[in-house]
Nanobody, 121 residues
Framework: QVQLVESGGGLVQAGGSLRLSCAASGRTLNGYAMGWFRQAPGKEREFVASISWGGPSLFYADFVKGRFTISRDNAKNTVYLQMNSLQPEDTAVYYC??????????????WGQGTQVTVSS
């Protein structure tokens, strides 16, 4: 049984930064991509970023390119999302996900409970 636990969310002013972490437990996610989705109130869940097991394959949504950076530490079974230049439209619950392969699917295999990110103007 794989568990994903997010941390690092919170309240930040526009232009600020946050770093999200997602730690996996249960077993090593060898061969799994890990990454992030988000869901704002009244909107559908959307893909944010993902990174493959070895790290060479990175995918970002267009709306975060240049502002967010995803990374992972396989020794710690943890993925990170560094979010800079945050804007109010980035306000959402951010979900960690893991899926076999080089990128995440909308119906990824494993999900965390989510962490709230709120950006004030």
């Amino acid at each position: 049984q794989v568990q994903l636990v997010e941390s690092g969310g919170g309240l930040v002013q526009a232009g600020g930064s946050l770093r999200l972490s997602c730690a996996a437990s249960g077993r090593t996610l060898n061969g799994y991509a890990m990454g992030w989705f988000r869901q704002a109130p009244g909107k559908e869940r959307e893909f944010v970023a993902s990174i493959s097991w070895g790290g060479p394959s990175l995918f970002y949504a267009d709306f975060v390119k240049g502002r967010f950076t995803i990374s992972r530490d396989n020794a710690k079974n943890t993925v990170y999302l560094q979010m800079n230049s945050l804007q109010p439209e980035d306000t959402a619950v951010y979900y960690c996900a893991a899926d076999l392969g080089i990128r995440l699917r909308m119906r990824s295999e494993h999900w965390g409970q989510g962490t709230q990110v709120t950006v004030s103007s």
